[in-house]
DNA sequence: ATGAAAGCGCTAACAT
DNA sequence: ATGTTAGCGCTTTCAT
């Protein structure tokens, strides 16, 4: 049933060109006099001709495609942050002509994937999303000279020379601390992560950073767990009894979350009784009672400017990376009043 | 830097044999004499050979790619499934030797995105989510012959000849109205969507079958609204005002959720005062207090069935699809007790 | 402005 | 069991 795709050739016969014209028709249309480039391109409509891939791909020594290691599912803000960044990543890529390719594997098997993908010309560069300390892939990228672009800072080596685009956390937990102490409160709590996350420890400063501007202590109202909806329970559990905060702010929607259980259980009401902050703005946020107010990552602007960087370390050989740190903004919702 | 990689006419050189017969160690090893395999893979791992994908594809006419198109975000659950099944199926492609490849486009520019990428040779077949009532691009792919397989029952058309999968929604809804009565609830009320969606009608006959079974009547327990939060609080409202029932069962968890919201206004408690079921098993089903009741797809073996199905449809070109219904299970949760 | 020649790296088909 | 030949469809280089 469906016939054989035609080929240059088929065009060039059809248009009564030489092939070379067709493909110059097709890449440089500059190049032909306009009443050939008609002509070609009438043919070229006429047999509905699309360029083969492959072919291209293997005589340009290009792809148009961008790989992107999927993390396994995890629970929490990544997987709604990164559900919304892969929408946008796709998007922007198909504007700049490129395509994503999705792949797997974890620890070993995922530096197999990049090697394999890269090696095999499957793909011309790569956008890594997870670059936290030690990152055995972005070191791993680095070292092979591979073309990529990373959502996050090189936490672990700021003077890493590859391009990279990451949302100022610090900016966004003092935005949501200042929205409080704004609306009158004075004892505003922190739950955040665990000291060894380069990210956690941003997002608290913000928080510090906004307390101390107008001279409050954090002494004792800060609390480090584990980024689970149960660990923000029991955090906001003892803070509420030993430090008795009237608002929360806090490093994920999942620890937010964990807030909210707490009230509920204390019968105490989110918005009225205490305010909390969450970080990412995910679902959860938007459709829990009675509506969590929430830092928000500009991942669209992030997305633009992932590609553009990817467009210009593929354009440019010697390309020396840039970093660009974007504003995240703050999404208010009842939870804060 | 990164010296030009290896071919096969390197291996071949370095191994003394043809360049025919490293093809054959790399992708038939069984017509090798063991000592001629096990020199060429010796050379292969010296030299660090890959098989060019460009060139391989282009003498195969294969890509090893499927494409799979990404809707447009969307609110409620059907974001929180598509990211477990593209995590699902990315896996599953992978142990299959099929790589994801992401595409965007809606409406028209959605058929242009397939046409584009089935002509070029970019990808081997599509897998569709999206098979809702005149679906442009399912009748399109049909109609072209173009190698899919759908996450989704053709119900426009009973005997589409096309490879599905889907999960059985109103056995997941029958399940959790069924776990509702058996803890004596007599009075379960549903929300649900509009009339013209399928997949709709399909969860409600689950609830409506399991309340019929056991001499109950449904009249005035239903409600029919637009798949958002707040329509699922204004519709557990009236129903809760006009139909008195003890229980809920949504169609989706973001009417769930509205039924939360109604239920914190009124001082009412979520699996104490009022049960509450939802359908998807989202993030927010899991994050929220007291944690919902909720059905749950089973994506990974959808996945799994999607593959299969696939590599069936590639192997055999003549392949008549067949229909797979999977069976969803219920995750309990306080919220029904 | 257009065409001819060459070849990207691989594998199917056919020899030996 | 291994080698030889041919060519997939395209673009780069060079000639006209």
Redo the contacts between chains.
């Keep these: 049933?469906?016939v054989a795709?035609p080929t240059l050739a088929d065009v060039a016969e059809s248009a009564g060109v030489s092939r070379q014209t067709v493909s110059n028709a097709v890449n440089n249309p500059d190049l032909l006099r306009p009443d050939t480039l008609l002509r070609v391109q009438e043919a070229i409509a006429e047999l509905?001709y699309?360029?083969?891939?492959?072919?291209r791909?293997?005589r340009t020594?290009a792809?148009h495609?961008v790989g992107l290691r999927?993390s396994?599912?995890l629970?929490g803000n990544a997987?709604?942050v990164?559900?919304?960044f892969?929408?946008s990543l796709?998007?922007t890529s198909?504007e700049a002509g490129y395509?994503?390719?999705?792949?797997?594997?974890e620890g070993h098997a995922a530096i197999d994937g990049y090697e394999?993908?890269l090696?095999?010309?499957?793909v011309d560069a790569f956008v890594v999303t997870d670059t936290y300390l030690g990152n055995p892939q972005a070191t791993w990228l680095r070292e092979?000279?591979a073309p990529f672009v990373a959502f996050g800072r090189p936490w672990d080596d700021p003077d890493a020379r590859h391009p990279w685009v990451d949302v100022d956390g610090a900016a966004g937990t003092e935005m949501a601390t200042r929205h409080l102490l704004d609306k009158g409160h004075t004892r505003v709590a922190w739950i955040g992560w665990r000291k060894d996350s380069f990210i956690g420890e941003d997002r608290r400063s913000g928080w510090s950073r906004a307390l101390h501007e107008r001279g409050l202590s954090t002494t004792g109202m800060a609390s480090r767990v584990e980024d689970t909806?149960s660990s923000g329970r029991e955090a906001s559990a003892v803070l509420l009894d030993e430090a008795r905060p009237s608002a929360f702010v806090c490093a994920s929607d999942?620890l937010a979350?964990g807030v909210?259980?707490t009230l509920?259980?204390r019968g105490l009401q989110p918005g009225r009784d205490i305010a909390v902050a969450g970080f990412d703005d995910?679902?959860?946020a938007?459709?829990?009672?009675?509506g969590l107010t929430s830092v928000r990552q500009p991942l669209e602007e992030v997305a633009v400017a992932v590609v553009r960087s990817l467009e210009d370390l593929l354009a440019t050989p010697s390309y020396v990376g840039e970093g660009l740190l974007l504003t995240p903004s703050l999404t208010v919702r009842p939870s804060t009043g």
């Design positions: 049933m469906p795709a509905g699309v360029p083969n891939r492959a072919a791909n293997l020594r792809s495609l999927l396994p599912v629970e997987t709604a990164g559900d919304r892969v929408h796709v998007w198909r395509h994503v390719l999705l792949f797997s594997g394999d993908l090696r095999s010309t499957a092979r000279r909806v999942t979350m909210l259980h509920a259980e995910s679902q959860v938007q459709v829990v009672h009675p």
